[in-house]
């Protein structure tokens, strides 16, 4: 149990369908990120907030949409994707992003399928 | 550029010791972490190291050379449940990111 939870875990969506990705954490953290893990890929960083505020946005297409309402919640909007989206997005926490040594805590992820 | 390399894949005995090699090119270093997934699971933190030498746990450790752009780490007395994908990752001094390679898959065998 890490304290970071994502729901759905998994989800089967179609290129025009809308879904949005949860994540919550219950560290007490400020910074959350969104990673996108491909298989025999590095994990990419998507999007970090950091006191709410977004600090990073990794070159992501405009079909995936963060929101963060408060420290403890991220979502992940999801619209139009490709099949090359289809991957796990892992979702993580840390004290404050901008400090080197903090640990990122992750969530076990959403597997996701576009067919 | 930003480049980080690991094995692959790994395999080794119950009971022996494995060394995962990590090597690593930034701009800017600020540290390196390890990680161990289970499949279908979340990476879990097992190590930071931001000066050089060695930093033991338990039955891991992990060493870093910053001249050398890198790290390794030693899992001793395998176990089974040790089979798992690890993860290094190096945070960038200028951007502040972590940055990943794409990890060891280690398969422990009895």
């Known amino acids: 149990e890490t304290g970071v939870t994502q729901t759905p875990r998994h989800l089967v969506m179609g290129m025009t369908n809308k879904k949005s990705l949860k994540c919550e954490q219950h560290l007490g953290h400020n910074a959350m990120y969104w990673y996108k893990q491909s298989a025999k890929k590095p994990l990419e960083l998507m999007f970090v907030?950091?006191?709410?505020?977004?600090?990073e946005n990794n070159s992501v297409p405009s079909r995936f949409s963060p929101e963060c309402p408060n420290s403890s919640h991220l979502f992940l909007h999801l619209h139009t994707l490709q099949p090359e989206d289809s991957a796990l997005y892992l979702c993580?926490?840390?004290?404050?992003?901008?400090?080197?040594?903090?640990?990122?805590?992750f969530g076990p992820g959403t597997r996701l399928l576009v067919l | 550029g930003q480049n980080i390399d690991q094995p692959t894949e790994m395999t080794a005995t119950e009971g022996a010791i494995v060394q995962i090699n990590c090597t690593y090119q930034?701009?800017?270093?600020?540290?390196l972490f390890w990680y161990q997934q289970h499949a279908g699971e979340a990476p879990t933190f097992l190590s930071y190291n931001v000066l050089d030498g060695l930093e033991e746990k338990g039955r891991f450790s992990s060493f870093l050379s910053r001249s050398k752009g890198y790290s390794y780490l030693l899992l001793k007395e395998l176990q089974m449940k040790d089979s798992a994908s690890y993860l290094c990752?190096?945070?960038?001094?200028?951007?502040?990111?972590?940055?990943f390679g794409t990890g060891t898959r280690l398969q422990v065998f009895p």
């Open positions: 907030y950091n006191f709410k505020e977004q600090t």
């Open positions: 930034t701009s800017g270093f600020n540290g």
């Open positions: 990752a190096v945070r960038d001094r200028g951007t502040d990111k972590l940055i």
């Open positions: 993580a926490s840390s004290q404050d992003s901008e400090v080197p040594q903090e640990t990122q805590y």
